[in-house]
T-cell receptor
């Protein structure tokens, strides 16, 4: 059973618009949650990691929230750019070290059009 | 400088063929991982290693072998490739611990097609 569900599967926005990506999970324990950006034909690059019961992070135009009670996270992208076109992947770690396992979502494909 | 490199970037083989995918990391990390990525699925762990000579089985190991020859080098072997192994393969490395929750650093991927 898929333990990390992302929505929407794909999203098209115009350059300059804001967008919100969702991640719901059932992983237990949920030590931390990380958002990755995957450009087409490239590897995954970490955008941010959330760790607290109710957490918020900000990294430039990217901001994220985590609510461990609801097992839910959001990734907000503000004033999208063409270079934001990518797949965004939500990953939940069940421990804070390499002794744990990572649980990957299937990703949201974001397309930014002029 | 790219810290995790993979070769080849693209590979086409036939059913029953023998394929080796290579990964090298210059992060001085102990842990290295092989994943496969398929449409509609999250990345799935094939094998991983916590040091030279060590190998641990992941979640989808059937049909795959792996070998960690040095701290830097991790290889994935498909000895009798099947069309179901057509996929995008990623290698990653991480510290065991570290401040950033053992963040994994990914290579650029190898696209394998088995005809």
């Amino acid at each position: 059973k898929t333990q990390v569900e992302q929505s929407p599967q794909s999203l098209v926005v115009r350059q300059g618009e804001n967008c919100v990506l969702q991640c719901n999970y059932s992983v237990t324990p949920d030590n931390h949650l990380r958002w990755f950006k995957q450009d087409t034909g490239k590897g995954l690059v970490s955008l941010t990691v959330l760790v607290d019961q109710k957490d918020k992070t900000s990294n430039g135009r990217y901001s994220a929230t985590l609510d461990k009670d609801a097992k839910h996270s959001t990734l907000h992208i503000t004033a999208t750019l063409l270079d934001d076109t990518a797949t965004y992947i939500c990953v939940v770690g069940d421990r804070g070290s390499a002794l744990g396992r990572l649980h990957f979502g299937a990703g949201t494909q974001l397309i930014v059009i002029p | 400088e790219a810290a995790v490199t993979q070769s080849p970037r693209n590979k086409v083989t036939v059913t029953g063929g023998n394929v080796t995918l290579s990964c090298r990391q210059t992060n001085s990390h102990n842990y290295m991982y092989w994943y496969r990525q398929d449409t509609g699925h999250g990345l799935r762990l094939i094998h991983y290693s916590y040091g030279a000579g060590n190998l641990q089985i992941g979640d989808v190991p059937d049909g795959y072998k792996a070998t960690r020859t040095t701290q830097e080098d991790f290889f994935l072997l498909l000895e009798l490739a099947s069309p179901s192994q057509t996929s995008l393969y990623f290698c990653a490395s991480s510290d065991a611990w570290g401040e950033n929750y053992a963040e994994q650093f990914f290579g650029p991927g190898t696209r394998l097609t088995v005809l």
